[in-house]
């Protein structure tokens, strides 16, 4: 009998969700950045074999919303925690004990989900406190693929009967626009410093699959004038590292080329507009305090 489960991948920013994605995939399927509050909208990865198939959800990191995105941030981590069947709280090992996730979402309506706490950075703690994490039952050290593979296996054996729900081959949930501006903000965090990769957002205007290289149009948004500048660049050439960046990640998921146009504008103040969004991606939920 076929087997299927939700696994959410959380924690608080920077904690490591998106490479461990990435990691159990073998895919680089998830935005990655050393910058804090990279994740925005919840990243879903399909893993699947002869008898299960697993969706992971890479969710926004938990963090006390200072404005209307980071509220919505949160809400769509929350409503992933509600969905899961079983959730892996990423907590660093040099930091451990961790604390217990409902202390971070106080607020938060319980959940159902087994709570699995799972140890990053386990290289920057002793082979002996490793040895004590887990023995509480926890993971710890998920860089190697033969960790990895171990976790693989404890969740899968955990699942309860159910059918697939997507096919076998599929590698994500989410359409192939979506990536698009992923990877776009990806190379915005690379390129951009200080607060200028959270004042971004990138638009897919246009997506021709049909064509040889595929096309895509995209419009990158910022928040002021001075800063379509800097995303420009002199000459472009910070616009044109962005776009490399973002066709790069796309060819090597899509397995083809991609001519990917790209295009600044200014949206004022879109972080805390809830029509701008709504727009892009994150809708407004009942519970919101806003």
Known sequence: ????????????????????????????????????????????????????????????????????????????????????????????????????????IPDAPPFTADVITVYTKGDLVTAGRRQELEATGAVTSVTSQRSIDALVVRLRAGLRPGEFQFPADDLATQPMKFFVTEYLREAAFDALEDELPYAFIAEVDEYREERKPVYIRATLYVERESQKGIVIGHRGATLRKIGTHARVRLEALLGEQVYLETWVKVLPGWRRSAAALARFGFPVTADEGD
């Not at 941030?73 to 961790?98: C, I, K, N, S």
């Open 1 to 104: 009998m076929p087997r299927f489960g939700r696994i959410a991948l959380a924690g608080r920013p920077n904690a490591g969700k998106s490479s461990l994605l990435n990691a159990i995939l073998g895919t680089h399927l998830s935005l990655v950045s050393p910058k804090a509050q990279a994740t925005r909208l919840p990243v879903s990865g399909i893993l699947s074999d002869a008898d299960s198939q697993i969706v992971f959800i890479d969710l926004p990191g938990l963090l006390e919303p200072a404005y209307l995105l980071q509220t919505r941030m949160r809400q769509l981590a929350l409503g992933g925690l509600r969905t899961a069947d079983v959730v892996l709280f990423l907590h660093p090992a040099p930091e451990a004990p961790a604390p217990p996730l409902a202390q971070l």
